[in-house]
């Protein structure tokens, strides 16, 4: 079965970095995205981006793009997503999800059938 | 695209129906809209996707409707398990986004 195995819970000072990882079982790794999806407290999801495991192209919201990065190691079925720069709104449970190819009768676009079990992420001084 | 969700809070008993809504501020293009039920604790868990398809595993009592900019997911008999956040979240236009919720409670 499709599983997404996160890292574990965090705690960070402001400006300093972290790193969240990912390990996927169960289907194909190279043939799916990841996404990451952070939500913070009472809130509502908001997207950060996606890694393409095959190639390791990437893309990012604009929202993070100055202070993200996505990697992977193919070897591990394994993604990563480091975050810079780190402020105390970050905190946040950080998850990876996995990206269901849908044709929408022009083109393929992409939901979210599989969640990781999420990573919590406190910032505090 | 901003999704607004309302009632932010229903409050229902066992074996009532549910109607969630969520607008968009922009047309969805081809329905590509998902909802997700979210219980404490726990990541979100796929009900809708295409704003009509379910996931699979869901129960029919769930259905979702809806095109352009107004939405609507369904429950057509509520079970006490059925209480938890209900997000809907559009995946057609970047950047994605998602609504703030519907929590659904069950007297």
């Known amino acids: 079965q499709v599983q997404l195995v996160q890292s574990g819970a965090e705690v960070k000072k402001p400006g300093a970095s972290v790193r969240v990882s990912c390990k996927a079982s169960?289907?194909?790794?190279?043939?799916?995205?990841i996404h990451w999806v952070r939500q913070a407290p009472g809130q509502g999801p908001e997207w950060m981006g996606w890694?393409?495991?095959?190639?390791?192209?990437?893309k990012f919201s604009q929202s993070f793009q100055d202070r993200v990065i996505f990697s992977r190691d193919a070897s591990a079925s394994a993604v990563s997503v480091e975050m810079s720069g780190l402020r105390d709104d970050d905190t946040a449970v950080y998850y990876c999800v996995r990206a269901k190819p849908y044709f929408d009768g022009s083109r393929y676009t992409f939901y979210f059938d599989f969640w990781g079990q999420g990573t919590q992420v406190t910032v505090s001084s | 695209i901003v999704l607004t969700q309302s009632p932010d809070t229903l409050s229902l008993s066992p074996g009532e129906r549910a109607t969630l809504s969520c607008r968009a501020t922009?047309?969805?293009?081809?329905?590509?809209l998902a909802w997700y039920q979210q219980t404490p604790g726990q990541a979100p868990r796929l009900l809708i996707y295409?704003?009509?398809s379910r996931a699979t595993g869901i129960p029919d009592r769930f259905s979702g409707s809806g095109s352009g900019t107004d939405f609507t997911l369904t429950i057509s008999r509520l079970e006490p398990e059925d209480s938890a956040v209900y997000f809907c979240?559009?995946?057609?236009?970047?950047?994605?986004?998602f609504g703030q919720g519907t929590k659904v409670e069950i007297k």
């Open positions: 295409g704003a009509s």
């Open positions: 169960g289907y194909n790794f190279a043939s799916y995205a």
């Open positions: 979240h559009q995946y057609g236009t970047s950047p994605q986004t």
């Open positions: 890694i393409n495991p095959g190639d390791g192209s990437t």
């Open positions: 922009q047309t969805i293009t081809r329905s590509n």
